[in-house]
Nanobody, 120 residues
Framework: VQLQASGGGLVQAGGSLRLSCVDS????????MAWFRQTPGKEREFVAA??????NYADSVKGRFTISRDDARSTTYLQLNSLKPEDTAVYYC????????????????WGQGTLVTVSS
């Protein structure tokens, strides 16, 4: 599994972005995928996850962010709508063949981050 995240950038508050995470491996469809984010001095926090059991979101992003996946393209997406300055962070995608959920320690594979900056 090799994850490559992209799609970050600078956007005004209220705007939208779509992040992508491509897996160059061959077993993407069997993996649970997730997005986390991190700001300087803080722990990496859970944003959203998608697996065979469905999707789940952090309370802070429910109704604004949507996680999805395209197994044919080995890609996971995170659609970010109604962005707020507090959403500014480096966003990381993660994968695991067995675990799904919000516990970052349980994910075995990580991509490099992509920076999202929301201006007020």
């Amino acid at each position: 599994v090799q994850l490559q995240a992209s799609g970050g950038g600078l956007v005004q508050a209220g705007g939208s972005l779509r992040l992508s995470c491509v897996d160059s491996g061959r077993t993407f469809s069997t993996y649970s995928m997730a997005w986390f984010r991190q700001t300087p001095g803080k722990e990496r926090e859970f944003v959203a996850a998608i697996s065979w059991s469905g999707t789940n979101y952090a309370d802070s992003v429910k109704g604004r962010f949507t996680i999805s996946r395209d197994d044919a393209r080995s890609t996971t997406y995170l659609q970010l709508n109604s962005l707020k300055p507090e959403d500014t962070a480096v966003y990381y995608c993660a994968a695991d063949p067995l675990f799904t959920g919000s516990n970052r320690a349980r994910y075995g594979y990580w991509g490099q981050g992509t920076l999202v900056t929301v201006s007020s």
